[in-house]
């Protein structure tokens, strides 16, 4: 079966590396600031040329409260009134980019992430959606997948009627974790009522999807009380789960400086929580899509990997890859077509930017030929856990063997050590080396030597 997966300890310790997660190639640490608003208008021209779909993600970086372990952009504060400046710009860029594109051009996906967007008033969400349908050809009957990241301590029965009526059929929901001594420690106190109320919302009124976010290495957590948590998200019956591995980078993400590296578990006691939670899901019938996801057998998701047309964006797995892919908002970043772009991160620029008319596109990256060649062949591995050469000759007319020889001591290595079966015509990611995916791509990675390997989480 495709979501068989052999914990094999000694080789996790040997391939668990840093590395990138590959929501891109090349990775957004390869964007530089050639890119502007030019290379943004000539790839949205090509879009409304080629009449592609589209896949919104809206950011809302605001937060009430901090979390000592997130890395994300976003801005902590309890003023409500923010969410109206950052609005008016946000709607400004929604304009600006809209005008480029045709009013067929489908929008098959949405999604808001942040931050936390039920920060805003449930009058600034019906705005926000308003303006959205009014420049973009959102579709009404149901049959996209729009989704909304939530915070349950931000939301509640008439925040998720309301979410339902603008369109939303998914919800992502932050837990983490349930144990009241890992919630003080990363200041995010969330009960198992707050969040099974969300859920039951969602499936009265027919969301289609519920995704639960899990976090294992957090400061206080151990084996023990990780598996209780897991036990209990499993009595929530999510569709989806995901389990990341917390990267503590306190040099790099200032608010985890608060987190007391003394109360973080070792690394075995973390690839034990791994372990438990695999064989947890499992038992339950969880399917491993790949990385840090898990599915039901009957989601979306399981469902693309079996049919082998799963891809992977800035989203994540995604069964919209075909689309292209537009950011808006603070740092928000798109990929359309060979262009990746990003908007700036600093919230003051973003909003200055918008505010003189211009877009806020401040660094991107157009792939070249090899960028499309390798970024096919770690999509092929990273979803389908195998790929096969032919398609990669046929498609960028190549020898494989000829094109990658260099790498093949390697790779032949991998083969040696059972993560992968190298053979003549393809590679097959074996069970053993379906948690360590990411180690495999990363030997086609052309960039990987010339960046400083800390950027990056541990692959475990």
């Not at 503590?248 to 438990?276: D, G, Y």
């Not at 030929?369 to 856990?385: G, M, S, T």
């Not at 059972?418 to 003549?424: K, Q, V």
Request: aromatic residues 8%; hydrophobic residues 40%; proline residues 4%.
């Amino acid at each position: 079966m495709l979501d068989a997966i052999r914990w094999d300890t000694d080789l996790i310790r040997r391939y668990d590396l840093a590395g990138p997660r590959y929501t891109s190639y090349p990775t957004a640490v390869q964007f530089n600031s050639q890119v502007g608003t030019f290379d943004l208008f000539h790839a949205l021209r090509d879009s409304r040329k080629a009449q592609r779909p589209l896949s919104l993600y809206v950011h809302v970086p605001f937060c009430a409260n901090i979390c000592y372990y997130c890395a994300c952009n976003k801005v902590i504060t309890k003023d409500r009134g923010r969410a109206q400046p950052y609005l008016q710009r946000l709607e400004q860029e929604i304009q600006l980019i809209a005008c480029h594109l045709e009013s067929t051009q489908k929008v098959e996906q949405l999604h808001f992430g942040g931050g936390t967007p039920t920060f805003l008033s449930h009058d600034e969400l019906r705005q926000l959606m308003a303006h959205l349908r009014k420049h973009f050809n959102l579709l009404d009957d149901d049959s996209g997948d729009y989704g909304i990241e939530i915070d349950p301590r931000e939301a509640d029965w008439s925040t998720m009627g309301l979410l339902r009526e603008l369109g939303f059929n998914r919800v992502s929901i932050g837990l983490q974790d349930l144990d009241p001594a890992v919630q003080r420690a990363v200041n995010r106190l969330q009960s198992l009522e707050e969040t099974r109320a969300v859920i039951d919302a969602a499936r009265t009124l027919q969301f289609r999807s519920i995704n639960i976010d899990l976090i294992y290495g957090l400061p206080k957590q151990t084996p023990e009380n990780f598996a209780r948590t897991v036990d209990e998200v499993i009595s929530l019956q999510p569709d989806r789960l995901s389990v990341f591995n917390y990267a503590h980078l306190p040099e790099r993400f200032m608010p985890q400086r608060r987190i007391n590296s003394h109360e973080l578990p070792s690394p075995a006691q973390k690839l034990e929580m791994l372990q438990r939670t695999i064989e947890q899901l499992t038992a339950a019938g969880y399917r491993y899509i790949g990385m840090d996801h898990f599915a039901l057998p009957d989601d979306e998701l399981a469902i693309a990997q079996e049919e082998q047309t799963l891809q992977r964006n800035f989203q994540g797995y995604t069964t919209h890859g075909h689309c292209d892919l537009i950011g808006l908002g603070v740092s928000a970043i798109s990929q359309i077509g060979d262009l990746y772009c990003q908007n700036n991160s600093d919230l003051n620029q973003y909003q200055n930017t918008l505010a003189a008319a211009q877009l806020a596109t401040s660094r991107g990256l157009v792939c070249n030929a090899d960028d499309r060649l390798r970024r096919a062949v770690i999509q092929q591995l990273i979803c389908n856990f195998s790929l096969e050469f032919a398609e990669i000759e046929q498609a960028f007319n190549i020898d494989f063997q000829g094109y990658f020889g260099a790498l093949w001591p390697q790779l032949q290595g991998m083969a040696n050590d059972g993560l992968i079966s190298l053979e003549r015509e393809r590679i097959e990611v074996l069970p053993a080396g379906r948690l360590l995916v990411r180690s495999v791509c990363m030997v086609f990675d052309a960039y990987l030597e010339q960046q400083n390997r800390q950027r990056f989480s541990r692959v475990i």
